[in-house]
């Protein structure tokens, strides 16, 4: 018997009913057949809007910089492009989301590591890296990191938003799990409401009603910007197909995708809880969807898992710089029954 500890994924079985009932009664109109707006519809991008201001640390958002992404990893490469040309460096965590990194790798951008403590990227690390690499922009996932679960406190938010204004730095902000960093916490502004004028903001919708969604966005810092991306859109995607975007706009309008993130992060909270117990008190937990595990033996660890039957996320690709794995990452949700998620967690456990 395997288990998947690898895959972040929310739980879908509630999600999966609603899309059910939507579809059934979706009001088909001939407009959804014609070409859509490259950057989606306006009254898609509202809706966002109004996600973002009650779940991503925004006091106002201007739905018009908004750009409708095919999930949020299409939106992080778009603000790639933007910021980087082939050759650039770009600063990230020392640990960092891997699927971001091998897209910067791909588009001929050179990742180059910033050390990070609890909180996330140090301050005073981002400078050293701008002064030792000449680096112009930073990749940064100040809620809920992935994959250490680090959340930036406001002071800390605030120094990087100074070393970057200091140097004139372009910031690329993930945000994907700020819905879920932010349930039952203080509010902490997202980096795009502390620079708006620097920041390309990348969010989805993935890791609260499920990744084949494909729904994510990417908020521009100016109406230039905003103008060049909707050009990039158009020419590579002649615009993103309107029928489920119209279904989950709805839902953030109707308090639908409110009450599914309530219910989600409830059970979350308790298998976070559930993990600690099994796994020990060094297991680093926050309250969403993956916690981290710090291991010297990652490696080693992962391949005792993995012979066990437990997958668990490769250690490796998480490092910036690469080298070898410093922890394991171990997702909660791929799982969806709570049975089946102890009795991974018990086997992963009996290996470490």
């Not at 579809?23 to 966002?48: K, M, N, Q, S, T």
């Not at 109004?50 to 018009?64: K, L, N």
């Not at 030792?132 to 809620?143: D, F, K, L, N, S």
């Not at 990452?329 to 799982?335: I, K, P, S, T, Y």
Request: net charge negative.
């Amino acid at each position: 018997m395997s288990y998947d500890l690898a895959v972040n994924l929310p739980l879908r079985a509630a999600p999966t009913a609603r899309l059910r009932e939507a579809l059934a009664h979706f009001p088909l109109d001939d407009a959804l057949l014609g070409y859509p707006a490259p950057e989606g519809g306006l009254a898609v991008r509202e809706a966002i809007a109004g996600w973002m201001r009650r779940h991503s640390g925004f006091a106002a958002v201007d739905p018009r910089r908004l750009l409708l992404t095919i999930g949020a990893r299409h939106g992080l490469v778009l603000a790639l492009e933007e910021a980087c040309s082939p050759g650039d460096t770009l600063l990230m965590e020392d640990l960092t989301f891997h699927g971001f990194r091998l897209g910067v790798l791909a588009h001929g951008v050179v990742p180059a590591p910033v050390a990070m403590d609890d909180e996330g990227m140090r301050p005073d690390a981002l400078e050293e890296a701008v002064h030792r690499t000449g680096a112009r922009a930073v990749y940064v996932q100040p809620t809920l990191h992935n994959p250490t679960t680090a959340t930036m406190s406001l002071a800390r938010r605030e120094a990087i938003v100074a070393v970057a204004r200091q140097h004139d730095l372009t910031l690329i902000e993930g945000d994907v799990y700020a819905a879920l960093g932010w349930q039952g916490s203080e509010a902490l502004s997202a980096l795009g409401e502390l620079a708006p004028e620097r920041v390309l903001h990348a969010g989805g919708m993935g890791k609260v009603l499920g990744p084949g969604l494909r729904i994510g966005w990417l908020l521009a810092p100016d109406d230039a910007a905003h103008r060049r991306l909707t050009e990039s859109l158009q020419l590579s995607t002649d615009g993103l197909a309107p029928f489920l975007p119209a279904i989950v706009a709805g839902w953030m309008a109707d308090g639908t995708a409110d009450g599914l993130l309530d219910t989600l992060a409830a059970s979350m909270r308790d298998r976070n809880v559930l993990a600690r117990e099994i796994l020990g008190a060094s297991l680093r937990t926050n309250g969403g969807m993956h916690t981290w595990l710090p291991r010297e033996d990652a490696d080693a660890v992962y391949e005792r898992a993995r012979n066990a039957g437990v997958l668990v996320t490769p250690p490796v690709p998480f490092n910036a710089g690469g080298g070898a794995g410093r922890g394991l990452r171990v997702c909660l949700g791929a799982e969806e029954g709570p049975g089946r998620l102890e009795q991974g967690l018990a086997a992963l456990a009996a290996v470490l």
